[in-house]
C-alpha cells in the first residue's frame, strides 16, 4: 500500500508546511478560513465577512483583528489586512488543473483546528453564484471533503502551492474553488493594495421566474417570465425609482428580463439610467434608476 502510505506522508508535510499559513476567520456561528498570500494580508471569501473587523485565529492560537483591505462582493473574494507575524505566504501554482489532478485542501472553521484532505479535480469550468446573485465562472470542482466554515481556505498541489480558493460547498463533500491563476493573482494585488472594485448595482433582492409564476398563480394573476422583487434596500437606485417588493421585472435596456444573468447584463452595460419594465399586479410600467 506505498500509494496510500505516499498521501498519508503528505498530508502530514503539508499540514507542517502549509498549516502555518491558513488561519480561522470569524467566530461562534459566523465562521470560515483564510490564507496568508502575504506579509500582513490573507486572502478569504467576502461572504464571510459580516461587518468592518473579523477575527483572524493563526494556527499557534494567537488571535488579531484583521480589517478589509480591498473586497470584491460580486468575485467573492476579499483580502484583509492584518498582523501575520513571520508567517510564510503560500506561493502560488498558477499552472491550469485537469479532471484528475491530485489536489490537497486545508481549512480552519473559525480556527477550530487545522485540516487537509486529499482529492481530485472532479470537474472545471464550473459556475456558482456569489453573494448578491451575480454568476462567478471558471471555478474547479474537487472532491477533497471539507467541514462547513472551510470556505476562503486554499487548494494547494502536493508541493503546498497555492492552486484555488475553497468558495463555495456542494452537498456533503464536494467544493468548488475559484482557481489560482494569472487573474486571480491580479485581483488579489489590487484588493491588497486598497483597490476595491465598484460594480452598478440597483438594491434589489430577487426570486427566479419558476417563484414569480408559482405566486402569481395563487392570487390569480396570469403567468409572466421574469424576476420577481422580494426585498428592496432603503435608499437605493431601485426604492428612489419607486420599486417595490412584489413586484416583476419583465424588462430592462429594452431587452426581455427572463433571468438574474439577463439583468446583470442591462445593469453592466447601462451608463446612468437604466430603464426598467415591471409588472405590478397586472398593471404595466415602466420606471427609470439612476444607478449606482
Known amino acids: 500500500m506505498a500509494t ?15 498549516g502555518g499559513a491558513v488561519v480561522g476567520i470569524g467566530h461562534r456561528w459566523a465562521v470560515g478560513s483564510g490564507v496568508v498570500v502575504g506579509p500582513d494580508r490573507v486572502l478569504t471569501n467576502a461572504h464571510n465577512l459580516r461587518r468592518d473587523e473579523v477575527t483572524v485565529t493563526f494556527a499557534d ?50 480556527g477550530r483546528g487545522l485540516r487537509v484532505t486529499f482529492g481530485f479535480v472532479s470537474g472545471t469550468e464550473r459556475s456558482f453564484r456569489g453573494p448578491r446573485g451575480r454568476r462567478i465562472s471558471g471555478s474547479l470542482e474537487h472532491t477533497a471533503p471539507l467541514l462547513p466554515g472551510s470556505s476562503g481556505g486554499p487548494v494547494v498541489d502536493s508541493e503546498g502551492a497555492l492552486l484555488g480558493l475553497n468558495t463555495n460547498r456542494l452537498g456533503e463533500g464536494f467544493y468548488l474553488a475559484i482557481p489560482a491563476d494569472a487573474s486571480l493573482r491580479e485581483r488579489v494585488d489590487k484588493l491588497a493594495g486598497g483597490d476595491s472594485p465598484r460594480r452598478a448595482r440597483l438594491g434589489i433582492a430577487v426570486a427566479p421566474s ?21 426585498e428592496v434596500a432603503g435608499d437605493s437606485p431601485a426604492a428612489n425609482a419607486g420599486l417595490k417588493e412584489g413586484d416583476l ?3 430592462a435596456g429594452g431587452r426581455d428580463v427572463s433571468h438574474a444573468d439577463d439583468l446583470y447584463a442591462q445593469i ?8 426598467v419594465k415591471i409588472l405590478r399586479g397586472a398593471e404595466e410600467r415602466i420606471l427609470e434608476l439612476r444607478i449606482d
Open 4 to 18: 496510500l502510505e505516499d498521501v498519508r506522508d503528505r498530508l502530514v508535510d503539508l499540514s507542517e508546511r502549509a
Open 61 to 110: 492560537g494567537r488571535t488579531a483583528t484583521g480589517k478589509p483591505a480591498g473586497v470584491d462582493v460580486d468575485g467573492d473574494v476579499a483580502v484583509l489586512e492584518v498582523d501575520t507575524g513571520d508567517i510564510e505566504p503560500l506561493p502560488w501554482n498558477g499552472e491550469p488543473m485537469g479532471i484528475g489532478t491530485p489536489v490537497f485542501a486545508l481549512a480552519n472553521p473559525g
Open 210 to 230: 419558476q417563484v414569480a409564476n408559482r405566486l402569481r398563480r395563487a392570487v390569480g394573476l396570469p403567468e409572466a417570465d421574469g424576476l420577481l422583487i422580494r
Open 249 to 251: 421585472i419583465v424588462g
Open 268 to 275: 453592466d452595460s447601462a451608463r446612468d439610467v437604466l430603464e
